[in-house]
């Protein structure tokens, strides 16, 4: 589906949620004219209530008690720094690197490691690779939670890195919404709507729809993005103890001049090359386009005695058709030349589909009140390929290229045949899991869980035939003690155990890797409770993990396994600190080192800062001001021969409420207009220079 089509049924579906009209007081108004408290706590509990973090462990703790590291970037944060994609909005989570090593896949990272490990509402997905596909847009979650270290238990799978939680905006117990319209560097537009609307007279039954539409040039030569993005949300109460929730959501993406890796920095004479900060490999015919759906339903039913139980199916579809160029080698100083490149066309179609059910509850042991979670989940996923061959005696795409850099139209695309299946891959997982959280006494608790899991992959792999199948059970362990009512100290342990998708010399998937985690904190709260603090100390073993090792006789990259060891330090301090000023402070001190003891993953910065904060002029309340950014060490890649020098990048806005339904806000990004390689994890290109944007949204 085209752009302009996506647009057409964006408006329509948002023209039906403006006709919506209020039939009545929102739910709980209601609530509180009635007598009967039982079914105000039903309306409350099952319509929409406020969610607390189930992240690490399923049970409902608050964040400061949570045994484990967990950030949140909010609403809030999302829209003043104008995150409108998932990229820009993980770049504003402590301890998590956002690596752009292509314009269109993008890993993000923690504790030098990739997250391959992903929930929606708390439901762990499928993540392959842990590679994003294209920018994905934010403007549909209502927050992002981060779960840093090994989180095993809820999604059955994970390494020491952590899991993103992404939260979906939900309706509203009022009829409300806005209209967003930007306009900005590389002659970006957008427009946004986001609208929720009460669909009965009791206010039981609501909905949500969110649409978008944006178009970006690029600073890098040869580079634009357009996108389409559509989400609408339905929920409501079927009778007095169950309710049901539905919803979809549909992007259409589309790239045209991207790179197929990044710039190549090697000169033959050893030294390191530097480009213009537009540089890029491409030519252009390369394109990328784009079409990610969702769909969702969650069944709860409130069962006696104060248990809940949870149904919640997922469906996840992607498809992409892509025209790629690959340019490598080393570069000689006087002349340019010396890459070689490389055309490639593929298309892909995966889905997977998730069925998880879930009951929590309290039960009562020596005198004390505990809850209680499990859990029964089965995945299925599948994953078709194509590739397009091609004469390679006949094109000038494959072998020498001109000088570099060069022109974008100096490589003529080739001439494709027709496509040809490359993988045909299914995998499932089937995982049984439970945690209990054991109050020992008023100070101190334990939370024990259990997950197992079978997992199988099969299918055909590039000519190789898959035939994986591993069963595992793993614990999770945590005590926190309560040193007063607002200091709380922890520890934790969980298993890592995570299937790989890198290759051996021959063509086979890596065996999982699987090691331990541990980590122990401390989390306090400050000022009224507006204020958190926590601090925290990691180590993690991990074996078999994968790790680049050259090139095999087909000429592809092949990996194996080494084991690794990870240790660092973590504080992160947010909330309210006055009354006008919010802010996140984050710092993460990291070593990851080989079994010899060598250092591993330097391409991970081993100290990085992060901070935003945004602070209401006292005088004029109607206008707020913010700055974020990250600092981080210097980093290396001894595989490409490739350093980055530490540097900062810092971001600031503007807001103006110009009445109470109209604000203006302007940004400012890379204030410095620093220079600086976006990765070394697989090698980049430079990151975007001093940019901006302004915004007008209109309330109602």
Same mark, same amino acid.
């Given at each position: ?380 996923? /599948? ?35 027709? /496509? ?213 060490? /210097?980093? /290396? ?64």
């Amino acid at each position: 589906m085209k752009l302009q089509h996506t647009f057409a049924l964006s408006t329509l579906v948002l023209a039906m949620g403006f006709l919506v009209q209020p039939l009545a007081h929102a739910a709980e108004q209601q609530n509180a004219d009635n007598n009967d408290q039982n079914i105000e706590k039903i309306q409350i509990l099952g319509v929409r209530y406020k969610r607390v973090s189930q992240g690490a462990t399923g049970l409902t703790m608050e964040i400061d008690e949570t045994p484990q590291s967990i950030s949140v970037v909010s609403n809030e944060q999302i829209s003043n720094f104008a995150a409108n994609n998932l990229n820009d909005v993980l770049r504003l989570a402590t301890g998590i690197s956002v690596e752009e090593w292509e314009t269109n896949r993008t890993q993000y990272t923690s504790r030098g490691f990739e997250i391959k490990s992903t929930q929606i509402d708390g439901v762990g997905l499928p993540n392959d690779w842990g590679i994003v596909t294209g920018a994905m847009e934010a403007y549909g979650y209502e927050k992002v939670e981060v779960i840093r270290g090994a989180n095993g238990l809820l999604t059955g799978i994970g390494n020491s890195a952590g899991t993103i939680n992404y939260v979906r905006k939900r309706p509203t117990n009022e009829n409300q919404g806005e209209v967003g319209v930007s306009y900005g560097s590389d002659d970006f537009k957008r427009v946004q709507a986001d609208y929720s609307a009460l669909l009965t007279e009791s206010g039981s039954w609501a909905a949500r729809v969110v649409a978008v539409v944006e178009d970006k040039e690029s600073y890098l030569d040869g580079l634009e993005n357009d996108r389409g993005y559509l989400y609408a949300v339905v929920d409501g109460q079927l009778t007095d103890n169950s309710t049901l929730t539905l919803g979809f959501s549909y992007q259409d993406a589309n790239t045209d001049g991207n790179t197929w890796g990044g710039l190549v920095f090697n000169y033959t004479d050893g030294t390191q090359a530097e480009w213009d900060t537009s540089a890029s490999t491409t030519q252009e015919w390369t394109m990328w386009d784009t079409i990610n759906t969702t769909a969702f339903v969650e069944y709860t039913y409130i069962l006696p005695n104060d248990w809940d139980l949870k149904v919640a199916y997922n469906h996840q579809g992607l498809e992409d058709e892509s025209k790629l160029f690959y340019a490598s080698g080393t570069i000689d100083k006087n002349t340019g030349l010396g890459l070689n490149g490389w055309p490639g066309r593929y298309d892909t179609d995966f889905s997977a589909d998730i069925l998880d059910i879930t009951t929590i509850g309290h039960y009562g042991l020596f005198g004390q009140d505990h809850e209680l979670t499990l859990g029964l989940s089965g995945s299925q996923s /599948k994953k078709y390929m194509y590739q397009y061959p091609f004469d390679f005696a006949a094109t000038p795409a494959y072998g020498p290229t001109p000088a570099f850099p060069y022109a974008l139209d100096a490589i003529p695309e080739p001439e494709w045949g027709d /496509k040809v299946e490359y993988s045909d891959i299914d995998v499932s997982l089937l995982r049984a899991y439970g945690s209990t959280k054991y109050n020992i006494n008023d100070s101190l608790f334990m939370v024990a869980g259990f997950n197992a899991i079978k997992y199988t992959r099969e299918g055909v792999n590039s000519g190789v035939d898959i035939d994986n199948d591993e069963s595992e059970f793993s614990p999770y362990a945590g005590v926190v003690y309560s040193i007063t009512d607002d200091i709380n100290t922890y520890f934790s342990y969980s298993d890592i155990y995570q299937p790989q998708e890198q290759y051996d010399y021959d063509g086979y998937f890596l065996a999982p890797t699987k090691g331990v985690n541990y980590e122990l904190g401390l989390k306090t709260l400050w000022l009224d409770n507006d204020l958190m603090a926590t601090f925290a100390l990691f180590r993690a073993e991990q074996n078999n993990l994968a790790s680049y090792a050259g090139l095999n006789a087909n000429g592809n990259y092949y990996y194996k396994g080494v084991n690794v060891e990870s240790k660092g330090f973590e504080v992160e301090v947010t909330g309210r600190v006055t009354e006008n000023l919010n802010a996140v402070f984050g710092y993460t001190l990291l070593d990851v080192e080989d079994e010899n003891g060598d250092k591993a993953n330097e391409w991970a910065a081993r100290n990085v800062v992060n901070f935003s904060m945004d602070y209401t002029l006292p005088q004029l309340p109607e206008v707020s001001v913010g700055l974020g950014g990250r600092w981080q060490s /210097k980093t /290396k890649n001894v595989d490409y021969n490739v350093e980055q020098d530490a540097y900062i990048v810092v971001n600031a806005f503007a807001n103006w409420d110009v009445s109470e339904d109209l604000s203006l806000r302007a940004n400012i990004n890379n204030l410095t207009d620093e220079k600086y390689i976006n990765s070394l994890a697989t090698i980049g290109y430079y990151g975007a220079p001093v940019n901006g944007s302004v915004n007008l949204t209109y309330r109602f």
